[in-house]
């Protein structure tokens, strides 16, 4: 038997986590798969007593058993041409910023990963809030109007954040709306809609980011209109992993193909933030570098890092397949992201990105 209906029994668990598993109660995988991931995390451990290393190896099983393969490979059999094409397809996800735009090539991919790093307050879920915002703009204005699966691992999801930037995206949209089309998009382009379109999940641990991975293949299939995964941050639910370093490495390799082909398979762009850790180097001098280690660097497809240099703020591509290492100066105003030399406007049209507001005292808090 295959699918959500088959016996635990049948899995290649370990002998002890099936009588775990039994004993509590479960005999199917379906008896796992219709939980939450809270609840399941909860559930391995609290009812069945499992370890940590038992509950993984319990969802990633689980998980592959019953989604028949699904998310699992990078594609079907595709020539070149036709990856190309396909690709070709795929918008990007602007940041509103218009030289940040230029130098991703039309903003955050969609079917790619997008790694965001940088120390803490120089706006990592600032630009994350502005994807979740943007990732809905109509598409009769160049956006791709889609949902976005938000996962807070650190509690910095901050709402009120959230509804300025969509203000300032509607009321940018609204006075760019020239044709009928434009007019009636606006009608469900509202702050109500922008927000009831970002599906936000609190995980705690690795345990629960690993548990909302393992099932969200089957909420991205119920939203085929989901097209942006954010995870703000990826370091957080691995800190106490520090000690063990080998499970981090394999817990992360795993967690990195799996992004990947998440984002490949549903046709979503994944943005995850990343921290900033010290490396020690010859001399005894230090230096500041993204943290989980050389082979998660090497993993995801665009690493962007944003830094201070004095009271400037920058952007850097220091990863991506297909654009040059590129430093642009960006700015945090009470409308979101935006270019840091963005000139007043008239009132009326506005051009797609740029602010018309000096930059706002937004607190060393936020990422």
Known sequence: MQ???RPLSSLPLSSSVKVKLLSAGFQSSADLLHLSAPQLGQVLFAEAGLSQQEALQALQIVGAAAGGGEGGGLCSSLTALELFQKEEDLRSIVTFSSQLDAALGGGVPIGKTTEICGVPGVGKTQLCLQLAVDVQVPQCFGGVEGQVVFIDTEGTFVLQRAVDIAAAAVRHCSLLAEDEEQR???TSFTVETVLSN???VRCHD???LLAELHLLPRLLADRPRVRLLVIDSVAAPFRQLFDDLSLRTRLLGGLSQQLIAMA???HIAVAVTNQMTTRLLQ??????VPALGELWGHALTTRL???WEGPRRLATILKSPAHPKVTVQYRLTPE?????DAPEQPHGKRPRTGSDQSEASLGEGGN
């Not at 979101?336 to 840091?340: L, S, T």
């Open 283 to 288: 001399g005894g001098s230090s230096q500041l």
């Open 206 to 208: 690795y345990v629960d």
């Open 264 to 266: 490949t398979s549903h």
């Open 3 to 5: 699918g959500p209906q």
């Open 305 to 307: 890092l944003l830094q």
């Open 184 to 186: 009636a998009a606006m």
């Open 336 to 340: 979101g992201f935006r270019d840091a």
């Open 198 to 200: 970002v599906l936000l």
